[in-house]
């Protein structure tokens, strides 16, 4: 044993050991990238460390964000990876910031490869600590991404009540968009926003949260380091995240984060106390009753309260249901608009009139929700339906007429866009209704007054025209009213069979939709008759009982 | 002779096989060490961590069975045994069939760099620096720490780390000795429990 006694008993040895050691442990965290050079670390987070580096075919400046997962050779894993990573990929939006690469280090370290935005990052802008203590980073290891910025400090510039929601309103539109495009975010926060030397935003790290950790889980060192099934950064995550239910989570606990988010680039502030250990943070943000920002900073006003507000609100369902809806307050607000998170005072006022007349609303409110549901499951079903319509009907052109590709597809792609805004346009006109007219309007004459508007409509296209007849005859069946149902059900069957013929997939589909009505209305003739003109009518909603 | 020291109390924790902390304890310890000593040995960074990895899992399924006996050997080299099995296996996994080049090769390789022995000197030299310097990094505050980086470790002046530091000279090398002398204790400890 004498020879170990000695080795750390001569400090210049012993400096040079710790040199060495801190020399190792950066050389082990440069990740080797094929295609990529000049590597040069920005950022190191729990997930992963950021990167600037320069792509060797285009000499292009871009960041490459590798994740710390090491045990990466599950090929499972992988794949899920690689198909998070594409559906990322495809998002194209002027305030996401765009990937268009990924792949596995040398090391074995998953990465992918974005855009580099000159610029700062929002949580930089707002004054929150960025000087992270590499030194001590370098030898405490990893820390869990579990910041608890400091609540008290404001932002040393604050930025202007409309730079901030300007600033927002972009973030929140690039957000949707994503929604749309089936990806959620789950944690977005400030340094996951940069702001470029124009001042346009950008967000990054979309589906990162999904990835991360659920990869991370994978490796045996990391399960045990999570406790639960928490996604997300504490102070950022919305009650339901904070609860732990990864399955509770939808693009409304994305528009809590962005709730908090706009509260900080507000007021510089947390809306709740976000100090204190990470239960207690938790604990915060499933019960404390967020402050309001016009307290924190008077010159707000109270609509901004009620938008920030309804993003905070504890329930989703008080949330605002989307993040295109926030948008679109924010930009009602910024043009001096009305917005409707005040609306929720004549919403709280029909709740509250409903309540009085329990047994009378239920009936109604039943039928609205069908006419909402079957509206919207048809659009969608409809949308569906056209699309895979098309994609055949491209396919035959394809083999046909190679030339003439290009165009027809993108005629295609422009009909049923418009189409799509047709329905959109004309659904939320009826569906807005209810809350223009005043809560007192029985649901029967919302839906006259929306079968009056589509007989007014003349410049519907037949796929249009049909699919909103079925909509109103589900809606007229929703609330027992028959004959009118029986009405609009069968102009939607008349419209496809002189559109598309008997055996259209989308005649069928209507004429089975009638065979159902007439057995639920009690007429077993009719619905013996159209059972007939069904070509499989072995169907079970047609099946004889 | 030994009392039960955080090393050994480790490894019996390990040894209670659902003890997730210790698990993750031990991999923050050992880790690095295997996955340098796996490098010292040529193989490639993605299979230096499957080494790592494999290591690890071979020793949490001996360790309940694992009795900690000094007078039979010490840890150390039990685990560079298992390490270095890790690694040839490895080796093997890789070359398939062992081909003559491969073999010159290695032997080669094996006579012109350091011996293993020397390899796992240096890597367990590294892994107590590391240990030691994680707890320095924990117990001494912000202000010790750079200018012990600063002055001790980058080489710069006393004076110009002073003043970038608004600390006096005097401070900065206290900062020094201190830290040093912490060091060096912490690994005398750690070495002395490891047995």
Known sequence: MSNESQWYDDERALLEHVRHGRRATRARRQPRIEGYADLQEL????????????????????????????????????????????????????????????????????????????????????????????????YRGQPL?????????????????????????????????????????????????????????????????????????????????????????????SPEQAEGNPHGTDVRSDVYALGVVLFQTLTGQFPYPVIGGFQEVLQNIQTAEPLRPSGVRPELDREVDSIVLKCLAKQAEDRYQSAAELARDLRSYLAGEPIAARRDDSLYALRKTMQRYRHLVRAVSVAAALVLLGAILLTVLWTRAIRAVDQADQERHDAQLAAQDEAAARESAQREAKQARRISVFLTTVLTTPLEKGPDTPLADLLNEAAAELERANALSPEVDATLHTALGNAYTGIAH????????????????????????????????????????????????????????TTPEAAPR | MYSRSTHISLLERLGDSQDASAWREFHDRYAALIIGFARRRNLQPADCDDVAQNVLLTLSRKMPEFQYDPAKGKFRSYLKTIALHAIFRKQHERHGEVHLEYLQDATRAAAEDETIDEAWEAEWRQYHVRLGMRAVAAEFNDADRRAFQQYALDGRDASEVAEALSMSVDQVYQAKSRIMRRLKLLIEKQVEEEG
């Open chain 1, 145 to 237: 991404d579990v910041r608890t910025p400091s609540a008290q400090s404001p932002p040393s510039q604050p930025l202007s009540v409309r730079t901030s929601l300007e600033l927002l309103a972009k973030v929140c539109e690039a957000v949707s968009y994503a929604h749309q495009h089936g990806v959620i975010h789950r944690d977005l926060k400030p340094s996951n926003i940069r702001i470029d030397t124009e001042g346009e935003p950008y967000v990054l790290d979309f589906g990162l949260a999904k990835i991360a950790p659920d990869a991370l889980a994978q490796t045996t060192e990391s399960t045990i380091s999570r406790t639960g099934d928490f996604m997300g950064s504490p102070p950022w995550a």
């Open chain 1, 43 to 138: 950022s190191r987070g729990g997930q992963g460390a950021v990167y600037r580096a320069t792509q060797r075919s285009t000499h292009r400046t871009v960041a490459i964000k590798v994740l710390h997962d090491g045990a990466w050779a599950n090929e499972h894993r992988r794949r899920r990876f690689e198909r998070e990573i594409e559906l990322i990929a495809s998002l194209r939006h002027p305030n996401i910031v765009r990937l268009y690469d990924s792949g596995v280090t040398e090391g074995g370290y998953p990465y992918y490869v974005m855009d580099y935005i000159e610029g700062t990052g929002l949580d930089e802008l707002l004054g929150a600590d960025a000087q992270g203590d590499a030194w001590a980073q370098t």
């Open chain 1, 482 to 537: 028959h004959p009118e149902a029986e009405r609009h059900l069968l102009a939607s069957y008349e419209t496809w069979q002189r559109h598309a013929g008997d055996d259209d997939p989308r005649t069928q589909e209507a004429v089975r939709r009638l065979v159902q009505f007439y057995l639920v209305w009690d007429h077993p003739l009719e619905a013996e008759y159209y059972r007939a003109r069904l070509i499989d009518a």
